[in-house]
């Protein structure tokens, strides 16, 4: 590898796909759109693959490894982050909720507190302070200014506290202790907040709601706010607003699949209502020829079980192994590349041929705009 390239190096191992999250995150509930936090959890969009977010998140860990020891250099204070190597967090509804501290702080006066840590670049540091010192100039002490500057990243406190006082009532948490640190010149800002237990409960009851729900709930933004059109992109954009299916047909965007919410041993499993199994991690990834689309995610009218409509042409979405019995019968795969060429069935020439070559029980690869790419 030449000097030169050596960037071009970084960027390619850094924006390799990440691996997918199989729980829903404790951290997200605060998010204002329940679809959005459906999608992520049920896998409806890619995983994460870009290089300079992936350095962004590597760099606000590290951050927070080092005011964690700055912290522990204070006379008299404890500081714990891992117990037996792992990260201090816990999990509910058979292991589907799932949330991660950064760490349960012990002052001089005995008490103990959740440790939150967080990075931001000098203008929201600067606009997070400003807030912070108008409250103390007006005499406050705690609950200054971090909800108002960030009401998710506040939601996740009250989440999290709320979980630590259910699940481990011993530790005895008395409030949270917040830390934000300045990229940009390393200023550190710090306050003291107070937990609300019915913040907790009704994040908590969000959160039992989203896991339950067998459709994806309305989208909390227009195709014209500012989160749709500059924080997604073609593809997320086009799943979010409901004009496409997700791109690869998987476990947890099937009609047949299930969480099981009810598991005493918190392991996250999903099964299957139509092989009567339970799906591994593994399986889950890959998806199986059977994939039925969950019915809200097809971009067409439902007309009941697994039939559609869609431009005047009613369709069926079926089992790859299943006989085709009706016309416009498709599987999974053929429906996400149809959605992504305007539903053209007149033109559905690949589908046929991909069914001669490989017997039906072969998914076509599903390819963005293919149409449009042919010579």
């Given at each position: 590898?030449?000097?030169?390239?050596?960037?071009?190096?970084?960027?390619?191992?850094?924006?390799?796909?990440?691996?997918?999250?199989?729980?829903?995150?404790?951290?997200?509930?605060?998010k204002e759109c329940p679809r959005q936090l459906w999608l992520d959890w049920r896998w409806c969009n890619a995983p994460l693959a870009d290089a300079r977010l992936a350095r962004i998140f590597a760099?606000?860990?590290?951050?927070?490894?080092?005011?964690?020891?700055?912290?522990?250099?204070?006379?008299k204070v404890r500081l714990i982050t891992h117990e037996r190597g792992e990260q201090i967090g816990g999990s509910f509804f058979g292991g589907h909720l799932r949330y991660h501290i950064d760490g349960l702080l012990t002052g001089a006066d005995?008490?103990?507190?959740?440790?939150?840590?967080?990075?931001?670049?000098?203008?929201?540091?600067?606009?997070?302070?400003?807030?912070?010192?108008?409250?103390?100039?007006?005499?406050?002490?705690?609950?200054?200014?971090?909800?108002?500057?960030?009401?998710?990243?506040?939601?996740?406190?009250?989440?999290?506290?709320?979980?630590?006082?259910?699940?481990?009532?011993?530790?005895?948490?008395?409030?949270?202790?917040?830390?934000?640190y300045d990229k940009n010149t390393s200023a550190i800002y710090s306050e003291q907040?107070?937990?609300?237990?019915?913040?907790?409960?009704?994040?908590?009851?969000k959160a039992w709601w989203l896991l339950n729900l067998k459709e994806p709930p309305q989208a909390a933004y227009s195709k014209s706010a500012f989160q749709v059109k500059n924080f997604m992109d073609d593809e997320e954009r086009g799943?979010?607003?409901?004009?496409?299916?997700?791109?690869?047909?998987?476990?947890?965007?099937?009609?047949?699949?299930?969480?099981?919410?009810?598991?005493?041993q918190k392991r996250g499993q999903w099964g299957c209502t139509?092989?009567?199994?339970?799906?591994?991690?593994?399986?889950?990834?890959?998806?199986?020829?059977?994939?039925?689309?969950?019915?809200?995610?097809?971009?067409?009218?439902?007309?009941?079980?697994?039939?559609?409509?869609?431009?005047?042409?009613v369709f069926y979405n079926v089992g790859a192994s299943n006989p085709m019995t009706e016309e416009h019968s498709y599987t999974s795969s053929e429906i996400a590349y149809l959605c992504r060429n305007d539903f053209n069935f007149e033109d559905n020439d690949k589908i046929t041929d991909a069914r001669k070559l490989f017997d039906v029980k072969q998914q076509l690869e599903v390819t963005k705009n293919d149409n449009n790419n042919e010579d």
């Open positions: 590898m030449s000097i030169e390239s050596i960037m071009e190096g970084v960027d390619e191992q850094m924006g390799k796909p990440m691996s997918r999250r199989g729980y829903l995150g404790g951290s997200s509930l605060g760099l606000g860990h590290q951050l927070e490894d080092n005011i964690a020891e700055f912290i522990r250099k204070s006379p005995g008490k103990t507190y959740l440790w939150e840590c967080k990075t931001a670049n000098n203008r929201r540091f600067n606009r997070l302070n400003k807030l912070g010192t108008q409250a103390r100039e007006a005499g406050e002490t705690k609950n200054l200014a971090y909800s108002e500057w960030d009401e998710t990243y506040s939601m996740q406190v009250h989440f999290y506290g709320g979980a630590l006082k259910e699940q481990y009532p011993e530790e005895n948490i008395h409030g949270a202790y917040i830390t934000v907040m107070d937990l609300d237990e019915i913040i907790y409960n009704q994040l908590k009851d799943i979010y607003l409901g004009e496409l299916t997700p791109l690869n047909p998987l476990c947890r965007t099937c009609k047949f699949s299930r969480p099981n919410l009810s598991d005493k139509r092989t009567k199994t339970i799906i591994n991690h593994k399986q889950q990834l890959k998806g199986c020829l059977d994939h039925e689309w969950i019915p809200g995610l097809v971009p067409a009218k439902h007309l009941g079980n697994n039939k559609y409509e869609k431009n005047d042409v």
